[in-house]
């Protein structure tokens, strides 16, 4: 029986730290090396609650909710690129010291996971980023799968209307064709919308990852994303050609018959690459 949401979320140990007197709220499992998970765009740190309980038992896991997004409170700064990852990078300063950490990014969040790990580099006394991998990566240049059905959310809707607006728009960019969009995973998209403050839609479409790798910020990289991914429909080869042109080691897995959001679709798999892959 996979544990639920509460009890994911009660097990944690909730941190706040400060960056220019916003806060910013993580949440931490687990007591082995430090392992940061950046969570997506209209997300937070549930976007990796299905992998949490396949990931504490050999890793410190620490997820925040990104300024802007959840728990946390806003940027200090318009400036994405800059105001996130700095504000990041305070709060692992504050918590690890100058321990070496491994990343994963999921979506947006593998965009921020690059401009921090290469934030992290060029700070003395700051934590060392080691690893890196991208889950859905975006940011790499490549053209992206514009999605088109996907329906807004006007104030004053009634639930079950809120409901179906919900399970439409995960199953065109969330979720694969058989994708299960249960009430639990419904509730999770809407906490997470209803707590975006901010958009991350340039970031992702540009190629500010690519242009954090080109700087070569970790010693390793691996990523891995679903076959159908709409995001990247038809570009897979794209992406690993960018990924292997700036590490030519690269390890990738493209998850068959699974979506974007392929942590929360194939939980065990993985799991099991991230961990292979940081213990290797």
Not at 93 to 105: A, E, K, N, P, Y
Not at 273 to 278: G, I, K, P, T
């Amino acid at each position: 029986m996979r544990p639920s949401f509460n009890d994911i979320a009660e097990s944690a140990q909730t941190v706040e730290t400060r960056f220019r007197e916003r806060k910013v709220v993580w949440r931490r499992w687990g007591t082995g090396s430090p392992l940061v998970c950046l969570h997506g765009g209209f997300g937070s740190w549930n976007h990796f609650k299905q992998i949490i309980p396949h990931l504490e038992a050999q890793f410190s896991v620490i997820c925040p909710d990104m300024p802007g997004y959840g728990d946390s409170d806003m940027p200090v700064s318009d400036d994405l690129a800059c105001s996130i990852p700095d504000a990041l990078a305070d709060g692992l300063r504050q918590q690890v010291g100058t321990s070496s950490i491994d990343v994963v990014g999921f979506s947006f969040g593998s965009v921020v996971s690059g401009l921090l790990c290469r934030n992290l580099r060029s700070k003395a006394e700051y934590p060392i980023p080691r690893r890196l991998a991208l889950i859905g990566p975006a940011g790499l240049g490549v053209e992206m799968g514009r999605i088109t059905g996907g329906r807004s959310l006007p104030p004053g809707l009634e639930p079950l209307e809120r409901y179906k607006i919900h399970a439409n728009n995960l199953s065109l960019t969330m979720l694969s064709r058989k994708g299960n969009i249960d009430e639990h995973t419904i509730r999770l998209q809407d906490a997470n919308v209803r707590r975006t403050r901010v958009r991350g839609f340039r970031l992702s479409r540009s190629s500010a990852l690519e242009d954090a790798l080109q700087t070569m910020p970790v010693e390793a990289l691996a990523a891995t994303w679903g076959d159908q991914d709409p995001y990247l429909a038809g570009m897979h080869r794209d992406v690993e050609n960018v990924l292997r042109g700036i590490y030519p080691e690269t390890e990738i897995l493209i998850q068959k018959g699974k979506g974007h959001w392929v942590q929360h679709e194939a939980p065990e798999a993985t799991a099991m690459f991230l961990s292979d892959f940081f213990t290797a």
